[in-house]
């Protein structure tokens, strides 16, 4: 728990605003669904919880494989409610950017965690990407079907993960799923650091 809090702390203070909340469309599922392929900041920490889940399901609770990334689909979606509330939350870019270091890190250290502490730290990570998304969302915009379009892309990058995990696991045992997981940590620093 040091590690996670030490870590969280150096990122919230190094992280710049996250890549991809600006200047995107926002104005329809198809937008929506394209987000998160587009912004390197999404795309990596999607990839990332499926990751993480398919190691810790491959090692621990096979259930982690489906839960870890339905708690992050969940909490996303509040997260973008009361981000379209007009409610301010500071450092939700530091918790987006933050989210693909860290995670990045915990899949290279591969530590045994009880279910609920992957589950809920991805559902911290989520409800900063699911504010970020809702607060840009302007009033003309369809904001239903921007969030369907984002849910499916992002169910898609789950199960991709997923596969990636399975697959780094199964070349390469626990070394691929830590050389995955560095890399992922290093592309986060240096979106942090952009």
Known sequence: ?????????????????AQAHTGHPIDSASAGALHPLTGLDHLLAMLGVGIWAAHIGATGDRRATWLVPASFVVVMTLGAIVGLSGVPLPLAEAGIVGSVVLIGLLIAATPRLPLWAP????????????????????AASSALAYGAGFLVATIALHG????????????????GVRVVGGAMALAGIALAAT
């Not at 991709?160 to 070394?175: E, F, T």
């Open 1 to 17: 728990m040091r590690f996670i809090t030490l870590a969280t702390a150096a990122l919230v203070v190094t992280a710049s605003a």
């Open 119 to 138: 589950m809920g730290l991805v559902a911290l990570f989520a409800f900063c990407h699911g504010f970020a998304h809702g607060e840009e969302m302007p």
């Open 160 to 175: 991709a993960g997923i596969a990636v995990g399975l697959l780094a696991r199964r070349l390469s045992g626990q070394l």
